[in-house]
């Protein structure tokens, strides 16, 4: 219930913010999606649904996980301001934002009925392969938009 309603009120939000936007979400918003989204997951995890508690952060995980393991790796600094997430890495090589906020929104969608088929199959062999399939998807936008772009 607590996910439904968060789902129908960033919705809400979307209609405003999305292309040209007029009002940002911003870390007064961000932060309290992320914590709630945070909650979600450890609350499925408890419940017996590893791969839903997952599939319910698999965008933010691996998106940021990547960014950092290439900050890592190119010996940046992770405490600077920086444009080295996939969406902004899809934008800055000609993508238009709707387009790259579309492809987040389905990709997470897909991930989140994949969430609840997991849940309601109850079974961990359709658990694994919902998962399998929703990293897939989360992976291939993020690795096809990062080689878009020359890495600096």
């Given at each position: 219930?607590?996910?439904?309603?968060?789902?129908?009120?960033?919705?809400?939000?979307?209609?405003?913010?999305?292309?040209?936007?007029?009002?940002?979400?911003?870390?007064?918003?961000?932060?309290?999606?992320?914590?709630?989204?945070?909650?979600?997951?450890?609350?499925?995890?408890?419940?017996?649904?590893?791969?839903?508690?997952?599939?319910?952060?698999?965008?933010?995980?691996?998106?940021?996980?990547?960014?950092?393991?290439?900050?890592l790796l190119a010996g940046k600094r992770l405490t600077e301001p920086h444009r080295d997430?996939?969406?902004?890495?899809?934008?800055?090589?000609?993508?238009?934002?709707?387009?790259?906020?579309?492809?987040?929104?389905?990709?997470?969608?897909?991930?989140?009925?994949?969430?609840v088929t997991s849940i309601l199959a109850d079974h961990a062999v359709v658990g694994v392969?919902?998962?399998?399939?929703?990293?897939?998807?989360?992976?291939?936008?993020?690795?096809?938009?990062?080689?878009?772009?020359?890495?600096?």
């Amino acid at each position: 219930l607590i996910a439904a309603a968060a789902f129908g009120a960033m919705i809400g939000f979307w209609w405003w913010n999305r292309h040209p936007a007029r009002i940002f979400l911003g870390d007064a918003g961000s932060l309290p999606v992320g914590l709630l989204l945070g909650w979600l997951s450890l609350l499925l995890a408890g419940q017996g649904h590893a791969a839903a508690a997952l599939l319910v952060l698999a965008y933010p995980l691996a998106d940021g996980g990547s960014t950092l393991l290439r900050r890592l790796l190119a010996g940046k600094r992770l405490t600077e301001p920086h444009r080295d997430h996939a969406y902004q890495a899809a934008v800055d090589s000609g993508l238009s934002a709707p387009r790259v906020s579309l492809t987040v929104a389905l990709v997470s969608l897909a991930c989140a009925v994949l969430a609840v088929t997991s849940i309601l199959a109850d079974h961990a062999v359709v658990g694994v392969g919902c998962l399998a399939i929703g990293l897939a998807w989360v992976l291939a936008p993020i690795v096809g938009w990062l080689r878009r772009t020359p890495s600096p």
